[in-house]
T-cell receptor, first 118, second 116 residues
Framework: GAGVSQSPRYKVAKRGQDVALRCDPI?????LFWYQQALGQGPEFLTY????????KSGLPSDRFFAERPEGSVSTLKIQRTQQEDSAVYLC????????????????FGSGTRLTVV | AQKVTQAQTEISVVEKEDVTLDCVYE???????LFWYKQPPSGELVFLIR??????QNEISGRYSWNFQKSTSSFNFTITASQVVDSAVYFC?????????????FGQGTRLTINP
């Protein structure tokens, strides 16, 4: 597609429920990122993939959060046993990273999934 | 540790006024990228500009201009002759320019409202 697509757009979960958020990056983009944006705050880094390899997961707030990108394209962010503090917008971004260098033409973000835990 | 501070939480101006959004950053890295993003109500972050820390030339793109001053660790963004369509939340962000360092560190954002 022309942009980064995220689904669902909105998700309401009962506390304790597991959720799965999907990200379809731009075709051919090597790098994929997940960010969490709480209300009124800037996005905070969760995790980063280069192709199917998860190179940085230092931002995942707890072991309830898990991300995967098994074939190097679509990614899923899973949150187990959701808590109210998990309520936020989850943003996915992809980036074209030229082989052998650090040339990037900027990150392209999706519109996010707004998760509300009740 | 890296930190980006956008001290202005909200700004409201009348259309056609000029407005400057402030961004101050902290980093121990000698080389880094700085970014500005726009977040309209639809939610996606729209890339506006990326600057390298070793390039302090100011940049102008239409009504937008950016003033990078390494001496004061600031990367301010000015919109000239503002328009209602400029209303959005604007984020400044930082990323080290070293292999493997990919994550962006964002400021808290400035909500800009342009009133007709």
């Amino acid at each position: 597609g022309a942009g980064v697509s995220q689904s669902p757009r909105y998700k309401v979960a009962k506390r304790g429920q597991d959720v799965a958020l999907r990200c379809d990056p731009i075709s051919g983009h090597v790098s994929l990122f997940w960010y969490q944006q709480a209300l009124g705050q800037g996005p905070e880094f969760l995790t980063y993939f280069q192709n199917e390899a998860q190179l940085d997961k230092s931002g995942l707030p707890s072991d309830r959060f898990f991300a995967e990108r098994p074939e190097g394209s679509v990614s899923t962010l899973k949150i187990q046993r959701t808590q109210q503090e998990d309520s936020a917008v989850y943003l996915c971004a992809s980036s074209l990273r030229q082989k052998g260098g650090d040339r990037e033409d900027g990150y392209t973000f999706g519109s996010g999934t707004r998760l509300t835990v009740v | 540790a890296q930190k980006v501070t956008q001290a202005q939480t909200e700004i409201s101006v009348v259309e056609k006024e000029d407005v400057t959004l402030d961004c101050v950053y902290e980093t121990r890295d000698t080389t880094y990228y700085l970014f500005w993003y726009k977040q309209p109500p639809s939610g996606e972050l729209v890339f506006l500009i990326r600057r390298n820390s070793f390039d302090e030339q100011n940049e102008i793109s239409g009504r937008y201009s950016w003033n990078f001053q390494k001496s004061t660790s600031s990367f301010n963004f000015t919109i000239t002759a503002s328009q209602v369509v400029d209303s959005a939340v604007y984020f400044c962000a930082l990323r080290p320019l070293i292999q493997g360092a990919q994550k962006l560190v964002f400021g808290q954002g400035t909500r800009l409202t342009i009133n007709p």
